[in-house]
């Protein structure tokens, strides 16, 4: 059975000849097979944006989410931007009801989030350059948003070597 985000995605995505359009299923513990099927879309020689956005909190440590990222980055050229966000408990540690719903959506389905501190997400950007504000609670890129989010956000761009 196909999941129905890929069946939309298929009827959504439309290639025109200004440029092609693909989707790809796949899991980001395994970047080399993203990283081959990203390479028959993109022109991995130009600068690209790598977007994970509330994806790496579902994956453990014991996965070394970190690694994945590395790999996807190292493959990226200069000028290649990351945009990342991420589950953190520590964005608003007054705000306690943010732990008590990921501890409600961990008792439901253990083992779905794994929540990272600031310094710990940081760790993701290691060696770009953030771009402002840098790593700040998700709602602080919109300036004007008055919402509380438990994720951190952040935008990288990946320095000439």
């Given at each position: ?21 693909a ?21 991995l ?72 501190t ?38 990288a ?5």
């Amino acid at each position: 059975m196909v999941p129905l985000v890929l069946v939309h995605a298929r009827a959504l995505l439309t290639s025109t000849p200004e440029g092609r359009t693909a989707y790809l299923d796949g899991d980001v513990r395994d970047p080399a097979r993203i990283l081959e099927h990203a390479a028959e879309t993109l022109d991995l020689t130009q600068p690209v944006a790598l977007m994970l956005v509330a994806i790496m909190h579902a994956i453990p440590d014991d996965h070394d989410p970190h690694a994945a990222v590395r790999t996807l980055r190292d493959a990226l050229p200069p000028g290649s931007y990351l945009v990342l966000s991420h589950l953190g408990l520590d964005v608003y540690p007054d705000k306690t009801h943010l732990k008590v719903g990921v501890d409600q959506v961990n008792a439901a389905a253990p083992g779905t989030l794994f929540p990272r501190t600031r310094d710990q997400v940081a760790g993701f950007f290691d060696g770009w350059e953030l771009i402002d504000p840098g790593l700040v609670p998700a709602p602080a890129w919109r300036t004007t948003s008055e919402k509380v989010s438990a994720m951190w956000a952040g935008v990288a761009r990946k320095p000439a070597t």
